[in-house]
């Protein structure tokens, strides 16, 4: 069936250090990933997406990769700051017509100063 | 910045009651849905809506559940009769487009059925 997990619920990691947080998913057929942080409070935000087609993708201070063969997600945040701390979800997109997102159950990460 | 406004933030209501909750979704946007999360769960998706119909929905979206564009702003969900298990946080998203295209969220609204 499709599902998409997370490896680890807390992740804490010193201020200034880099994080990664790692995501496995199940559906071969999924072709677009998003990684989204979540606030206490709040709803979902979008940090980066990729698609398949690409094995990595880099944005401001964020990096996600994309191991096919493993069907293996990570976020790498780079000197990672207290304001970083918030729940982050991995989601996955089939396209092709279909809409819904399918999430991982989330992970958690402290940010220790 | 355009973002997605929900209303109201928290619902409270008696098992057996219908509750509307109500997004309004970005403006330019064409595709509307919504997700809930279970405290302490992933989220989870109910139903996407394109042009006026709903475009795909999942198996928790079952006949208790209905969702609406009643003008050119509001999108709102509809629970008849509300369970215990209905209580959950439900998000409202939209994109311009689908699949592939990001989708924005609103902050939620708290449901709690007693």
């Known amino acids: 069936g499709e599902s998409v997990g997370l490896h680890l619920p807390t992740l804490s990691v010193q201020e200034g250090d880099n994080s990664i947080i790692n995501c496995a998913y199940s559906n071969s057929a999924s072709d677009y990933f998003i990684w989204y942080k979540q606030e206490s409070g709040k709803g979902p935000q979008f940090i980066i997406d990729i698609r398949s087609n690409m094995d990595k993708r880099q944005g401001q201070r964020v990096t996600v990769l994309l191991n096919k063969t493993v069907k293996h997600l990570s976020l790498q945040i780079a000197a990672t700051q207290p304001g970083d701390s918030a729940v982050y979800f991995c989601a996955e997109n089939k396209g092709s017509g279909t809409y819904k997102y399918i999430f991982g159950t989330g992970t958690r990460l402290k940010v220790l100063a | 910045e355009p973002e997605v406004t929900q209303t109201p933030s928290h619902q409270v209501t008696q098992m057996g009651q219908e509750v509307i909750l109500r997004c309004v979704p970005i403006?330019?946007?064409?595709?509307f849905y919504w997700y809930r999360q279970i405290l302490g769960q992933k989220v989870e998706f109910l139903v996407s809506f394109y042009n006026n119909e709903i475009s795909e929905k999942s198996e928790i979206f079952d006949d208790q559940f209905s969702v609406e564009r009643p003008d050119g702003s509001n999108f709102t969900l509809k629970i008849r009769s509300t369970k215990l298990e209905d209580s959950a946080m439900y998000f409202c998203a939209s994109s311009a487009a689908t699949g592939e295209g990001e989708q924005f969220f609103g902050p939620g609204t708290r449901l709690t059925v007693l």
């Open positions: 403006s330019n946007h064409l595709y």
